[in-house]
């Protein structure tokens, strides 16, 4: 199997914000905006050009042409998603922007270990999750407690000195407390000699919640 097939070219805009999950609508825009905006913050504050980089939910794209961007012709970016449909949306958007430095994987983030070339195992300047369903898409079809853990269990195995995971997390759909507590339980173990984690301090509610491990130097 080949398992990046859909090799793109770059240069990018937008922002996932603008097509979060409906579920989540309660949430007032501006502050689905803020999470959003802290998220990038987050990563712009680690990453270079050059860099190579994990979108691990990339859905409709925008946050796979955010990295892109960020890491320029030189970097690159591995991105990952299980529904054909969030591929082809992906690939269309890199396409429109011209993006050449990402490839793609129809499988899962959970497998990310195993697929990520060797070369790149501790290399990884930043890995973004951006939890729930394809916006626009089967709403059945979320990303789960089991696949997020062990997505982030490797994503943070795979970090270079001073990269960053960013999770974005939505506990207001079915499952999705679940998923959001066992996330948060796996990052709050991690050994704060070796990381720097954050994590929402406010009890899990239905409101969207960002947590960021970034790998000590
Ligand atoms: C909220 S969307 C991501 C939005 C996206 N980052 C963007 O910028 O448009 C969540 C995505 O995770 C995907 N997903 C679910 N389970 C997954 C898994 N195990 N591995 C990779 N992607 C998964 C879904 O198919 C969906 O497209």
């Given amino acids: 199997m080949v398992p990046f097939s859909v090799p793109v070219v770059s240069q990018m805009n937008g922002s996932a914000a603008g097509d979060a999950p409906s579920v989540f609508h309660s949430l007032p825009t501006a502050a689905m905006l803020r999470l959003t905006e802290h998220t990038q913050q987050a990563i712009r504050a680690v990453l270079a050009p050059g860099d190579a980089v994990i979108d691990a939910t990339a859905g409709n794209g925008h946050d796979t042409v955010f990295l892109a961007q960020l890491v320029g012709e030189t970097g690159r970016v591995f991105a990952f998603d299980v529904q054909e449909e969030a591929i082809a949306r992906?690939?269309?958007?890199?396409?429109?922007?011209?993006?050449?430095?990402?490839?793609?994987?129809?499988?899962?983030?959970?497998?990310?270990?195993?697929?990520?070339?060797?070369?790149?195992?501790?290399?990884?300047?930043?890995?973004?999750?951006?939890?729930?369903?394809?916006?626009?898409?089967?709403?059945?079809r979320t990303t789960t407690s089991v696949g997020s853990l062990a997505g982030v269990r490797a994503a943070v195995a795979l970090l270079r000195r001073g990269g960053i995971v960013t999770v974005l997390a939505y506990p207001g759909h079915p499952g999705g407390a679940e998923e959001t507590a066992?996330?948060?339980?796996?990052?709050?173990?991690?050994?704060?000699?070796?990381?720097?984690?954050?994590?929402?301090?406010?009890?899990?509610?239905?409101?969207?919640?960002l947590s960021l491990v970034v790998r000590k130097q």
Wanted: net charge negative; glycine share 6%.
């Fill in 90 to 140: 992906t690939a269309s958007r890199l396409e429109t922007a011209t993006v050449r430095n990402v490839v793609l994987c129809q499988c899962s983030h959970a497998d990310m270990k195993d697929i990520i070339p060797l070369e790149y195992h501790g290399r990884i300047g930043a890995v973004m999750f951006n939890l729930g369903y394809l916006p626009g898409g089967d709403k059945t």
């Fill in 182 to 209: 066992a996330v948060e339980a796996f990052l709050r173990q991690l050994n704060p000699l070796s990381y720097d984690v954050t994590i929402p301090s406010d009890p899990i509610t239905t409101v969207p919640r």
